[in-house]
């Protein structure tokens, strides 16, 4: 069977609007060698490199209409200043790992939550680096990447607030090397170390703050819960006083997220074991993420995966030939002029060639809002009402808010 053509990519990478080209531009301004072309806004653009220090903020899973529907008359909305996008797929593996590296996920290789690794024969969950269904069963993060996080090259000191539980996980220590991690266990512990730092850094420092409690309610909660809309008002109250705290500092404060949100109904979170003829088709359980499928379609079977696919969906969801999605640039595609160094380019050569691997053949990509879900042995599956991962604009259109001198910027 021929696969239909996937469209555009549903982010802005080509146009040098989403998350990657923002962590690029830090990377850059510090010094950083970038596998991305640096944010187009000349507005944003010029304040990163005007000013002493830089701050950015990760509101985990914060999107813009997340900054609609629960801030819109806060201190975050007042300093909204642009729309960036996400990656795809839209979720926290892939785009904190890009974050990290200022690389395109088509180079740092790290596509989902769960990522296959050819090497050791098994589903790696790629954020807690360990083994699906036997979290006791640790994994390297050099088994899986190679590429070397930003900061390791930057020419300013650099600093990460994370949550106390992970400032020491293995992904921290990967993807946070070059910077000095902090971890902290309430939103009020930071601002104070911070302005110690900066007041210790007259020559400029970089640092990044990791807030994931939107996407832990949302997830649990939804999106549009209650629970959400108080951490909401926390993170806005939270922002109001660190720009005022940061007023006497020559440090522009920026705050994003990695993705947005939405929510899925318990009728339309399809179980892939109530489907045997579509299961049947697979060589291995699902990675990815449950709202982009990855799936290893067994050889000489893919016409029947399809067909299986649109029967048991009714066209919930498009299937995708993966080195498709690849070529089309759905995991961004580097600008041909950018050099990135030969270090990043033996990194990516390598992380290229797993790619392929862990996206299996085909990806389901989602025309509703639904999510595909299996479990394998030792693994409970979660009860989730918020999700994300999909192209829609709610999961993958995010603010970027700035703010200079205790003030919104522009």
């Not at 653009?45 to 008359?73: K, Y």
Request: with cysteine.
């Amino acid at each position: 069977m021929n696969f239909q053509a996937p469209p555009d990519p549903p982010h802005a990478i080509a146009a040098a609007a989403s998350i990657v080209n923002l962590a690029a531009a830090l990377a850059l301004r510090c010094g950083a060698p970038a596998g991305a072309a640096a944010l187009a806004d000349p507005r944003i653009r010029d304040a990163i490199a005007a000013a002493r220090s830089i701050v950015l903020v990760v509101l985990d899973g914060f999107g813009e209409r997340q900054l609609h529907d629960h801030a819109a008359g806060g201190a975050l909305a007042d300093c909204r200043l642009a729309t960036l996008s996400s990656v795809f797929p839209s979720s926290t593996a892939p785009a904190m790992t890009s974050f990290a590296s200022a690389l395109l996920p088509a180079v740092h290789g790290n596509p989902g939550w769960f990522v296959w690794s050819q090497a050791q024969q098994c589903i790696v969950r790629s954020l807690p680096l360990d083994v699906r269904g036997d979290p006791a069963m640790p994994v390297e993060a050099g088994s899986l990447w190679s590429w070397p996080a930003w900061p390791t090259a930057s020419k300013l000191p650099c600093f990460a607030w994370l949550p106390a539980e992970i400032a020491e996980s293995r992904y921290s220590r990967f993807a946070y090397d070059g910077a000095t991690r902090i971890g902290y266990r309430r939103l009020d512990d930071i601002g104070g170390a911070l302005a110690e730092v900066l007041q210790a850094s007259p020559a400029g420092a970089f640092a990044q703050i990791y807030l994931p409690q939107f996407d832990a309610v949302s997830h649990e909660f939804g999106c549009r819960s209650p629970q959400a809309a108080r951490v909401a008002s926390d993170f806005d109250r939270w922002f109001e006083r660190l720009a005022h705290r940061l007023r006497e500092f020559d440090v522009l404060l920026l705050a994003t997220a990695d993705h947005g949100f939405i929510d899925v109904e318990p009728d339309d979170q399809y179980q892939l074991a109530d489907y045997p003829a579509l299961a049947a088709c697979l060589s291995r359980p699902l990675t990815g993420e449950p709202r982009v499928p990855f799936c290893q379609v067994r050889a000489g079977r893919e016409d029947e995966f399809t067909e299986s696919v649109a029967q048991a969906f009714d066209g919930a969801f498009d299937v995708y030939a993966s080195e498709a999605l690849l070529a089309a640039g759905w995991f961004g595609l580097p600008p041909a002029e950018l050099d990135p160094g030969a270090h990043r380019e033996a990194g990516a050569a390598l992380t290229r060639q797993g790619l392929h691997e862990r996206l299996g053949t085909h990806l389901l990509v989602p025309r509703a809002p639904v999510v595909l879900l299996d479990q394998v042995d030792g693994e409970r599956a979660p009860a989730f009402i918020g999700m994300h991962g999909g192209i829609s604009d709610d999961e993958m259109r995010v603010p970027l808010m700035a703010a200079y001198r205790g003030h919104a910027l522009g």
